[in-house]
């Protein structure tokens, strides 16, 4: 098996990211704090590989507040932490190379030296990917900035994963950690439904995209799409068949929509290790594994699901 979406984070790095302010704002901050142990011990994720039978993981820095220029220092500051986070990762990858597959970190929106960084990360560092937030304080890869980015990720032929951030614009209410719960997911799909309608996957015919955590809110709301579309423009239904998926924290219900709508062969086992894996493992309701099982994809669907998918990916 394959676990498309694993992470850790260096105490350092979330001193860099994670300001006074956004710690106070973001309930996504003490539930990052209380796994910040797991996150930053490498030998204590492969042993949960183990334990959870996974060959492979697809690794990344945690990504709910992504280097960008918001940060404190700016886009120079994003720069250098992108540099640092890519070449950890590809230490990481090098010291465990039939275990793990690095994603590199990259300002989207910043300059030639960022697309210079992607191309070292990929074509020096071996990463296998790229991994940028759903928004950074209200910017968007779908913004004319990070055409240079979106232009190099496609030339790379690598994929890009969107990762949901805790600092959404305009802010969602914290009451019942509604930003967490809500913000997070609703600021992804957002940025999914942006691609679609601004023309971004027109543009880029080749751009593989992975939505972790089931592509927050887009399935659901697919149907809402499909009847408010402008005359003549492509159905967002079918649009959306060309962005992959996760598992992290899916449901039964949930999983099967996302294999109706977008076919088993875009959907990857993720796991969102340290931060949402399921406490208990085989549990119908809440391990991914077991739900997986019980689909109705028949054997190359599950083979898929668990590994074939991600292989196609990033070249596992």
């Known amino acids: 098996m394959i676990d498309a979406h694993l992470h850790y984070l260096w105490p350092a790095w979330a001193d860099a990211l994670w300001s006074p302010e956004l710690r106070r704002s973001a309930t996504a901050w003490p539930r990052l704090f209380l796994r910040m142990v797991p996150l930053a011990d490498p030998e204590l994720f492969l042993r949960a590989m183990d334990a959870r039978a996974i060959d492979r993981a697809v690794l990344s820095p945690e990504m709910s507040s992504p280097p960008g ?18 070449e ?20 989207p929106l910043g300059d030639a030296a960022d697309v210079a960084e992607l191309r070292r990360a990929v074509v020096a560092l071996g990463l296998r990917g790229v991994v940028v937030g759903s928004s950074y304080r209200g910017d968007t890869i779908d913004a004319a900035a990070a055409r240079p980015f979106l232009e190099t990720v496609q030339a790379l032929d690598v994929p890009l994963v969107v990762h949901p951030v805790a600092e959404v614009m305009p802010r ?12 997070m997911p609703l600021d992804l799909t957002a940025l999914a439904v942006r691609l679609m309608r601004s023309g971004t996957l027109a543009a880029f015919p080749r751009l593989r995209i992975v939505l972790p955590h089931l592509g ?45 709508a977008l076919g088993s ?37 599950r083979a898929a699901i668990l590994a074939g998918n991600a292989q196609q990916l990033f070249g596992a």
């Not at 220029?69 to 890519?86: D, F």
């Not at 969602?172 to 913000?183: A, E, I």
């Not at 659901?220 to 967002?236: F, H, K, N, Q, V």
């Not at 309701?285 to 669907?301: E, F, Q, Y």
């Open 216 to 260: 927050g809110g887009l399935l659901a709301l697919l149907g809402w799409l499909d009847a408010t579309r402008a005359p003549g423009e492509p159905l967002p239904s079918v649009l959306a068949q060309r962005f992959f998926v996760d598992t992290a924290t899916a449901t039964p219900a949930a999983l099967a929509m996302a294999v109706a």
């Open 172 to 183: 969602p209410p914290r009451d019942f950690g509604l930003d967490l719960l809500m913000g």
């Open 265 to 301: 062969d875009h959907v990857l086992y993720g796991s969102d290790w340290p931060l949402s894996t399921t406490a208990n493992p085989g549990d119908p309701a809440t391990d991914p594994i077991a739900m997986i099982d019980k689909l109705a994809v028949g054997p190359a669907g």
């Open 69 to 86: 220029p918001h940060i404190p220092g700016g886009a120079a500051a994003a720069l250098t932490l992108c540099r640092t986070m890519n």
């Open 88 to 107: 950890a990762t590809a230490a990481l990858v090098a010291r465990h190379p039939d275990r793990l597959i690095g994603l590199a970190v990259v300002n």
